[in-house]
């Protein structure tokens, strides 16, 4: 009975331990995501994902960095794996989205877009990103409503503001004012 008990212990420390080290290991993917260095952060978020494959976190932001470093297949993969886990990860559909239409998938890009919308109304960067793809496919009514759909839901200081801003005066001009 004792010895039994001695294993349980150290098979819980052993994976405490592990969720330690997985947790550090994430977080030094993210920082060097954060320093730009996009191939050290694929490579700290591929060890947290053969530990845990389960961890949508991890598989979000290697599909991002993965989008960064320009492996736009490897990233629609990474972004298909956390939606199959977390079919209501808004922003997994949106950094799909973003991945399809810079692979030229502008339907496909469309659709995460509209899907992340529809999890999450007010995200703006969503409305805005169907607004590009959409303008992409020459749908320049639609991508208008977008892009004021997302000033609409968007904070006053809201990074992506003047940019948006931007591209809807460039499309009404487009449309004669409309």
């Known amino acids: 009975m004792k010895r039994f008990a001695f294993v349980s212990c150290l098979v819980a420390a052993v994976s405490a331990c592990r969720s ?6 994430l977080v030094r993917a993210d920082t060097r995501f954060e320093e730009g260095d996009y191939s050290a952060a694929v490579s700290g978020y591929t060890r947290v994902l053969r530990e845990d494959p389960d961890n949508v976190r991890a598989l979000n932001n290697r599909g991002v960095a993965r989008l960064r470093a320009g492996d736009t297949t490897g990233a629609v993969a990474d972004f298909d794996g956390a939606i199959a886990l977390l079919p209501t990860f808004a922003e997994a559909f949106y950094n799909r989205g973003l991945a399809r ?11 995460d877009y509209g899907e992340a919308i529809r999890q999450s109304p007010r995200y703006g960067k969503a409305w805005a990103g169907r607004g590009f793809a959409r303008a992409k496919q020459g749908d320049l009514e639609g991508a208008a409503a977008d892009f004021k759909s997302a000033l609409d839901v968007s904070p ?7 940019a948006v801003e931007g591209e809807l005066a460039k499309l009404e001009k487009q449309r004669g004012g409309k």
């Open 20 to 25: 330690v080290d997985t947790e550090a290991i």
């Open 101 to 111: 239409s810079q692979s030229g998938d502008q339907a496909g890009a469309i659709a």
């Open 156 to 162: 006053a200081d809201w990074a992506d503001r003047k």
